[in-house]
């Protein structure tokens, strides 16, 4: 998730200290992404420094002093690119469990263990989100970010169970490339 851009959007429609951001970060979008508070007041210092946001006041309700701060013109017109670019799909191309099947076959090591404990993993996260998903005391919020965790969790479980029964040739691939480099350096 891009921090600067999730803090923007969180900000735009009036002006926030941080405080309050990271208490609406955690009620929107904390679910399962949760963002430390220093993390959002790095980011808003980057921000500002950055001429996204600007600091509008500094107000009391209760305990220390609070900067508030409001997205400026190139804020919005940076947030406005950002919403209608198309997320990339690189962390799906090669994500690190696929680099530790690959690395653990080239190292000898137990690739379908590897993937056991990833599957078990993935099974306890999915009833979590499925227990989030059917709790009465869940929002709407909270249920579609469920589902969207739920069907990623189901299509990794599919990739595991589908490179498990390949491990054998996978393993083959892995020794053959891992060949041709060793030939390729010796000559």
Excluded: C
Aim: aromatic share 6%.
């Amino acid at each position: 998730m891009a921090a600067p851009e999730t803090l923007l959007a969180l900000m735009e429609p009036r002006p926030i200290h941080g405080y309050e951001l990271h208490q609406r970060y955690a009620a929107l979008l904390g679910l399962r992404r949760p963002l430390r508070s220093g993390q959002i007041y790095s980011t808003l210092q980057r921000l500002q420094r950055d001429g996204l946001v600007t600091a509008v006041g500094v107000g009391r309700a209760s305990g220390p002093d609070r900067t508030f701060f409001q997205v400026t013109e190139a804020g919005t017109s940076g947030l406005d690119r950002w919403f209608f670019e198309p997320e990339g799909a690189q962390h799906y191309l090669q994500p690190d469990l696929y680099a530790k099947v690959v690395l653990a076959l080239l190292t000898q090591r137990d690739a379908a263990r590897v993937l056991d404990v990833q599957r078990a993993a993935h099974r306890a996260l999915m009833r979590e989100m499925t227990k989030i998903k059917t709790s009465s005391n869940s929002g709407r919020l909270e249920v579609i970010a469920a589902d969207l965790a739920i069907l990623h969790l189901d299509a990794d479980l599919r990739w595991i169970d589908s490179t498990e029964r390949r491990l054998a040739n996978i393993q083959h691939d892995v020794e053959s490339h891992a060949a041709l480099i060793h030939d390729a350096d010796n000559k």
